[in-house]
């Protein structure tokens, strides 16, 4: 495996790439669910995380 | 490969779900149950408090030992924090849809399951972060980098929106989530200028980025009063911002350890 030339991440540059945006579109859909999405349902389940994390969610 | 990086990420992430939901259950929950006692208040009157006269210390006492030594309450509290039926979740002035908690769990269930979900989220942020500006976040530096997601997710954003209780006065949703979001976007690109790029130019534009929705300003509400006692709202806020620090700096450190464990281990 070729590992990139400027940076310590032992992959190569576009696998590295490929991994952190799909990790950050993943990361971004749980913190939405869990944080800000507007259902009665989910808003109740995670109601003292929302408080707690200081979520704007109502 | 790759996916050996998304599963270290979420092995931290749940990880750190699990301490913070000991950790909120510790510190904050409890003001979370003593505001929702406040909120919407009409038959309490807790506003009423304050312009008793000092007179009637007594009777104040009096009423404060007997909230802290019924045990009755204090049962009927264990109670229903494990009973999925919780009449707080409904605030004041909404209109709710049917809500109620998922599959019919408990209240604390519930926390702990979204509390397991944002964990794995930010875990997952901070992962694509680190590998999409290829830095890796090792044992060493997972300190570190926790300490800036917090300061990017949390303590920055709190300057505008400090967190709420229940029963809190705020601006529109829409426009909080908006400059919410936003201060989360420019403050993590401000810090990486600022601690991952060399240069002064660097440096300077890392801390106008940082500063620009705070200058801006985070939309406030028009009318600040609220039932919910002012000191409760500072010790919720102080308690927030402690364990969600507590939080990241968990999430930093085992996700440095995951990376070397499971992601590297291939």
Redesign the interface.
Same mark, same amino acid.
């Given at each position: 495996?070729a590992v990139?030339s400027?940076?310590?991440?032992?992959?190569s540059?576009n696998?590295?790439?490929?991994?952190?945006? =799909?990790?950050?579109?993943?990361?971004?859909?749980?913190? =939405?669910?869990?944080?800000?999405a507007n259902s009665?349902?989910?808003?109740?389940?995670?109601?003292?995380?929302?408080?707690?994390?200081? =979520?704007?969610?109502? | 490969?790759?996916v050996r990086?998304?599963l270290a990420?979420l092995v931290a992430g749940l990880f750190s779900g699990v301490l913070m939901t000991a950790a909120?259950e510790a510190r904050?929950?409890p003001l979370?149950l003593h505001a929702e006692e406040f909120e919407g208040g009409g038959e309490t009157a807790p506003a009423t408090e304050g312009t008793t006269p000092s007179t009637d210390g007594a009777t104040q006492t009096q009423t404060q030992t007997q909230e802290h030594s019924s045990l009755g309450a204090v049962l009927l509290d264990v109670a229903s924090s494990f009973s999925p039926i919780s009449v707080a979740?409904a605030?004041e002035g909404?209109e709710?849809?049917?809500?109620?908690?998922?599959f019919g769990?408990s209240?604390f269930s519930?926390?702990l399951?979204?509390?397991l979900?944002?964990g794995?989220?930010?875990?997952?942020?901070?992962?694509?972060?680190?590998?999409?500006?290829?830095?890796?976040i090792t044992v060493a530096n997972g300190a570190l980098w926790g300490a800036a997601g917090w300061l990017a997710v949390?303590m920055l954003?709190?300057i505008g929106?400090?967190?709420?209780?229940?029963g809190f006065p705020?601006a529109d949703?829409g426009d909080?989530?908006v400059w919410?979001v936003a201060t989360i976007v420019l403050s993590a690109a401000g810090l990486y200028l600022l601690f991952l790029k060399d240069g002064i130019v660097a440096k300077i534009a890392g801390i106008v980025l940082i500063a620009a929705p705070q200058v801006y300003g985070a939309p406030q509400p028009g009318d600040i009063s609220s039932n919910v006692p002012a000191v409760l709202g500072a010790e919720f806020a102080v308690a927030?911002?402690a364990?969600?620090l507590f939080f990241w700096i968990v999430l930093g450190l085992s996700l440095g350890f995951a990376n070397e464990k499971i992601a590297?281990a291939a």
């Open positions: 495996m990139s400027t940076s310590s991440v032992t992959l540059a696998d590295r790439l490929v991994a952190g945006v =799909f990790a950050l579109l993943i990361g971004a859909f749980l913190v =939405f669910g869990a944080g800000l009665a349902v989910l808003h109740d389940t995670a109601h003292d995380t929302r408080h707690s994390y200081g =979520f704007p969610c109502h | 490969m790759i990086y998304l990420a909120q904050v929950v979370i979740y605030h909404e709710h849809e049917e809500g109620g908690i998922m769990m209240r519930g926390t399951l979204a509390n979900v944002t794995s989220g930010f875990a997952l942020l901070l992962a694509g972060f680190s590998l999409v500006s290829g830095h890796s949390h954003p709190a929106l400090p967190p709420e209780l229940p705020a949703l909080r989530q919410w927030a911002l364990t969600t590297k």
